[in-house]
């Protein structure tokens, strides 16, 4: 073995491969990991084998060193963008008798500027030396290169590297990767190194992705970039670009709902609206004169310290009594004016403020203040109290209002307005159309692609709904889950449900793998645990025209587009189903007459 690896040492007998790195929030190539394999005849094309005997015959230094001349080469000589990740020992980064700087003057010599390069640390044996191994970082990271530490909770140290050395990047082991789209305690794991890593500034890449349900669960938990197979396999000449299928999945979504506005609702609702006036000291009483107005006001919490109409503080009951009970504070405190106990820095804010604001503002500020309540003015002046319980009764009930109002997901009117504008339209006696729009087998495809590709696709579904209708005559509502409703008042609205029909069936087909869409369908357990093939999600259009005398409210309107949506769904695909009863029944009417 020793023989071998002198031959390939000395005839250079070792190549390149390529993985691409993704920044998993656009589907960008933000790099590449450079790999490195044997002759393809021997047993060591294998970087483990190969790593393993550099380590037996003691020549790991010379095979890294010969690896890293071959990855940096050939990743010029290609000419590849983005960033390099280099794997390097400990081992290797602590030898003194390495000259300092071999590395650099090697990338000046191939034209690669070494912020573009990444220091991998890759552990094949366990490390001890951190301070040593901290100073040769330091080194590194002044000639430019960043450091990333690979094989996270897999390695020896791993955990404790990352604090010590506080790298860019951290790459998690690929066991943490494999099936974290149904191992919860897997996707727990991803989550803490996620949130550990916004805290110190440090980059996540998952590692050995080889799934769209692990690219999509890995995606959703935040992490910056993702490698593996599913991705792009290592080679020689790498792409440049995703493939289309994941540059699909890791495309912005168009359809996602923008960070849901303040209602109409919330916005006119400001602080005010809590007002209450509680009786107000200046800040020149006496702490035995205020002690004197908690004990006949038993229900008294807050007191607001103003003088001549400008707020000062508040006293805190509970504050006050406490620090009365202790031993000699009356006497040493009782005849002092109140401000000794006072909070100086209240919460102060205009009458107009809106409750959403005011409820960002106790958020941010200290939890005492939650406790305290706020000081509302009118231009500065004092004009009454707001408490904290009042606060978020308000906030909550408002939250309830739009839940009611609007569907959190596509932001579209929910089901009181919608039943308020069926009423309007049969009272003023408007003509319209209403089609009760359905997904079909959406439930499977949230079991097999994850729920947060199901809201994926209730947002597209909205966005093809308002494509095709007209604002100004047609009225769209989301009745929840994957069910919506369109209220037409467009003459042409047949034509409008097959152009919906139509887009839909263009749509849907990108939310879905190659193999998917290849064999029309996709394979999920039904409710028994048998494995079921379904075919594609797709829409189902229920119609029910509205007519004088026969409709007299939404519920009526309601159970019949429901009846219309079930007719539709019995036919495969895409479908359109009319009730075309109550028009029949006015041409009997007729011909009676």
């Known amino acids: 073995m020793r023989s071998q690896l002198q031959r390939i ?47 037996d015959n003691n020549l790991t230094v010379k ?12 990743f010029a000589a290609q000419k590849l963008p983005g960033k390099l990740f280099l794997n390097v020992s400990p081992e290797c980064l602590l030898q003194r008798d390495v000259v300092h700087g071999e590395t650099l003057d090697y990338i000046h010599e191939l034209g690669i500027n070494p912020q573009r390069v990444i220091i991998e640390l890759t552990e094949y044996q366990p490390t001890h030396d951190y301070a040593l191994l901290c100073e040769a970082v330091i080194h590194y990271r002044e000639m430019g ?21 506080k790298p860019d990047y951290v790459k998690i082991d690929m066991h943490f990767i494999q099936g974290i789209d149904h191992d919860p305690v897997k996707a727990q794991f991803v989550r803490s190194i996620q949130s550990i890593a916004e805290k110190s500034g440090t980059r996540v890449i998952a590692e050995g992705i080889e799934t769209q349900a692990e690219l999509l669960a890995v995606r959703d938990l935040g992490v910056a970039c993702g490698q593996g197979y599913h991705i792009a396999r290592p080679h020689p000449t790498p792409a440049r670009a995703v493939s289309a299928e994941v540059a699909r999945t890791l495309t912005p979504n168009p359809y996602q709902a923008a960070r849901r506005s303040p209602t109409t609702f919330e916005q006119a609702a400001s602080v005010e609206k809590i007002l209450k006036t509680p009786p107000t000291i200046s800040s020149r009483m006496l702490n035995n004169q205020v002690d004197d107005i908690f004990l006949q006001n038993p229900k008294l919490q807050i007191i607001p310290v103003i003088d001549d109409g400008v707020p000062v503080g508040l006293i805190n009951r509970y504050h006050m009594i406490d620090r009365f009970a202790r031993p000699y504070q009356r006497e040493l405190y009782g005849k002092k004016p109140c401000t000794v106990f006072m909070d100086a820095h209240p919460v102060i804010v205009d009458k107009n403020t809106s409750m959403q604001d005011v409820s960002h503002i106790i958020v941010e500020a200290d939890p005492d203040h939650l406790i305290n309540g706020i000081i509302i003015t009118d231009n500065g002046r004092y004009i009454g109290m707001g408490s904290g319980p009042d606060l978020m009764r308000e906030i909550t009930q408002m939250q309830i209002n739009a839940a009611r109002y609007a569907n959190p997901l596509t932001q579209l009117p929910g089901n009181v307005p919608i039943n308020e504008h069926i009423d309007q339209l049969l009272q003023k006696e408007l003509a319209f159309c209403a089609c009760y ?24 579904t909205s966005e093809v709904l308002k494509k ?27 034509i409008r449900c097959q152009d919906i029909l139509h887009s839909f069936a263009i749509a849907i087909y990108d939310f879905y793998s190659n193999e998917d869409r290849e064999r029309g369908g996709y394979l999920s357990e039904d409710r028994q645990g048998k494995k079921v093939f379904y075919p594609l999600v797709s829409l189902s259009l229920g119609v029910v025209r509205s007519r004088v005398n026969k409709y007299y409210s939404h519920h009526q309107i309601s159970i019949a587009a429901s009846d219309a949506k079930k007719q539709a769904k019995k036919i495969h695909g895409n479908s359109l189903f009319v ?12 011909l009676t007459a």
């Open 145 to 165: 290169f960043e450091i990333a530490i690979d094989d996270l909770g897999e390695g020896f140290s791993s955990l404790r590297l990352w604090s010590e050395l």
């Open 579 to 590: 009730d075309r009863r109550s028009e029949m029944d006015l041409t009997v009417k007729q």
């Open 437 to 460: 729009c359905d997904l079909d087998h959406f439930k499977p495809f949230n079991d097999v692609y994850g729920y947060r590709r199901g809201d994926d696709i209730i947002q597209m």
């Open 9 to 55: 040492i000395e005839q250079r007998l070792l190549t390149a491969r390529f993985q691409p790195i993704v920044q998993m929030h656009n589907g960008d190539i933000l790099g590449y990991e450079g790999l490195i394999r044997g002759p393809s005849d021997s047993p060591l094309h294998s970087p483990v084998n190969l790593f393993k005997a550099a380590w």
């Open 63 to 74: 095979v890294e060193h010969l690896c890293r001349r071959v990855v940096l080469e050939q």
């Open 468 to 494: 095709h209708c007209d604002p100004q005559l047609d009225f769209i509502g989301h009745i929840g889950g994957d069910d919506f409703i369109i209220l037409f008042r467009s003459e042409d609205w047949e």
